[in-house]
């Protein structure tokens, strides 16, 4: 097995290796099923309720999909400006820094005020926990132009908008990806939270729901597939990013 190999397979084997560790250490301690459900008993669990799992996790999936769709276009927007203006970057970044420092959760039941219950505070809260990272890569990746490239562009007659534009969003590139796999996991945070305190569908509610009835299975199948979506989307945009942004990684593609 080359060294490629050796990094597709190790996740997998690392995972399979938890997994029987977890059965075992369950099996022979005799573990409360009500506790902590053993790898066996979440399956059964996953399987005997698959069609409800399946509803639950696809309503999870479209609202953390639109929450995450406008974190994607405000951070863009706001990254551009503030990465484009030394001014902007003074004024915005330390403000923005601050509201992200504040505890999501928290904005649940302002947003249930506002908007009731359902999918809109889902919505909102996957955007808000989603939408920094973007920008502050995207304004990062801005801000951060070699002074002396944008020097050289501006004696060859280029404009600030033509650096920005034809330079900087395209080096910004790769901060965008990476803010991309971080946002996306961060989202489905929000939703699911949400969900816990302000839905009547999604995993969020599925795991207070199974959690009252002391179904631990059910609501660890419930984790496990959101943290199966949130993986798939994950490898999604590394795939993409891959594939439009290769100049970026030339220096591991012999690997």
């Not at 590139?173 to 839905?199: C, H």
Request: aromatic letters at 14%.
């Amino acid at each position: 097995m080359n060294k490629r190999q050796m990094e597709i397979w190790s996740p997998w084997l690392l995972l399979t290796a938890v997994l029987v560790l977890w059965q075992v250490l369950c099996s022979a301690f005799a573990v409360s099923e009500f506790i902590f459900p053993s790898p066996w008993r979440i399956w059964t669990q996953f399987w005997e309720f698959r069609d409800v799992i399946a509803g639950h996790a696809w309503r999870t999936f479209w609202v953390t999909m639109v929450g995450f769709g406008l974190a994607i276009v405000v951070g863009v927007l706001l990254g551009f400006v503030i990465g484009s203006s030394r001014l902007a970057y003074a004024a915005v970044y330390p403000l923005m820094t601050a509201f992200n420092a504040l505890p999501k959760a928290a904005f649940v039941p302002i947003l249930v005020v506002w908007f009731g219950i359902g999918v809109g505070p889902a919505i909102l809260t996957a955007f808000l926990i989603s939408f920094f990272p973007i920008m502050v890569n995207i304004a990062t990746g801005l801000a951060t132009l070699e002074p002396e490239l944008e020097d050289v562009l501006r004696v060859l007659g280029a404009k600030r908008w033509d650096v920005l534009i034809k330079v900087g969003l395209p080096r910004s590139m790769p901060y965008f990806y990476g803010s991309l796999k971080v946002a996306i996991t961060l989202a489905f945070v929000g939703t699911t939270v949400s969900e816990m305190t302000a839905a009547n569908e999604g995993i969020g509610y599925l795991l207070i729901s199974a959690g009252s009835s002391m179904q631990m299975g059910l609501a660890f199948a419930g984790l496990v597939v959101v943290g199966a979506m949130a993986m798939v989307m994950y490898e999604l945009f590394s795939v993409i990013e891959k594939h439009t942004t290769g100049w970026a990684h030339r220096g591991s593609q012999g690997h």
